[in-house]
């Protein structure tokens, strides 16, 4: 079963809005998870680092501002897309990789489709 | 810097079809390389990795070999089923847990 789960799967709403995105890891706890964005037919650029009790590593030309990261325990991260314009609507996909565990790879959500109308 | 080069698509393929969808690698250290897969409206689901020179990573038929001298990780199957169809996306992990991703490769099998 799925280790990262994400939450909403899918928004759609009016421009201007704000929308909080959550990413739970299941059976692990994990100090660091990532955020990332995919365009339609583009890969999965690295929005930015959430690190759990500190602030957020953002990638460059990502306005930390607009995209919100709170890491406020070990199993939850979210991501406040703030104010979102139809420009913001995207794919945003988190991941969590279980420290304990070498050469563990990252466990993905299922991805939030966000469509601002 | 870090980056991985994946061939570009669509590609298209006949069901029984041999596939390979070439991905080459940047990297300034040693990294672990991975294929995700990723189907429609879906995230993404590790398909194989290899953490060293030399490893073979194999999963549902796919298989990907680490290539140092070459720096490739290049996915290959010897006969793609409809159910293969979904976008493949190979990565790249160095110390820590960020990814670099290649660009994806959309792949159609059709009957």
């Known amino acids: 079963g799925a280790v990262v789960s994400q939450h909403p799967s899918r928004v759609i709403c009016k421009s201007g809005t704000s929308v909080k995105i959550e990413c739970r890891s299941l059976?692990?706890?994990?100090?660091?998870m990532f955020w990332y964005r995919q365009f339609p037919k583009q890969s999965l650029m690295l929005m930015a680092t959430?690190?759990?009790?500190?602030?957020?590593?953002?990638e460059q030309g990502v306005e930390k501002d607009k995209f919100l990261i709170n890491h406020a325990s070990l199993t939850l991260s979210t991501l406040t897309v703030t104010s979102a314009h139809p420009e913001d609507s995207s794919f945003y996909i988190c991941?969590?990789?279980?420290?304990?565990?070498?050469?563990?790879?990252?466990?993905f959500g299922d991805g939030t489709r966000l469509s601002i109308l | 810097g870090d980056s991985v080069t994946q061939m570009e698509g669509p590609v298209t393929l006949s069901e029984e079809a041999f596939l390979t969808i070439n991905c080459t690698y940047t990297?300034?250290?040693?990294?672990?390389l991975f294929w995700y897969v990723q189907y429609p409206g879906e995230g993404l689901q590790l398909l194989l990795k290899?953490?060293?020179?030399?490893d073979k990573g194999s999963n549902k038929g796919f298989e990907a070999t680490y290539r140092k001298e070459t720096t490739s990780f290049h996915l290959e199957k010897g006969s793609v089923q409809v159910s293969d169809s979904a976008v493949y996306f190979c990565?790249?992990?160095?110390?820590?847990?960020?990814?670099?991703f290649g660009t994806g490769t959309s792949l159609t099998v059709i009957p």
């Open positions: 991941s969590a990789g279980d420290p304990t565990v070498s050469n563990q790879p990252q466990h």
């Open positions: 059976d692990f706890q994990a100090t660091t």
């Open positions: 959430s690190n759990e009790g500190s602030k957020a590593t953002y």
């Open positions: 990297a300034t250290g040693y990294p672990s």
């Open positions: 290899a953490t060293k020179a030399d």
């Open positions: 990565a790249l992990k160095l110390t820590g847990n960020q990814f670099y």
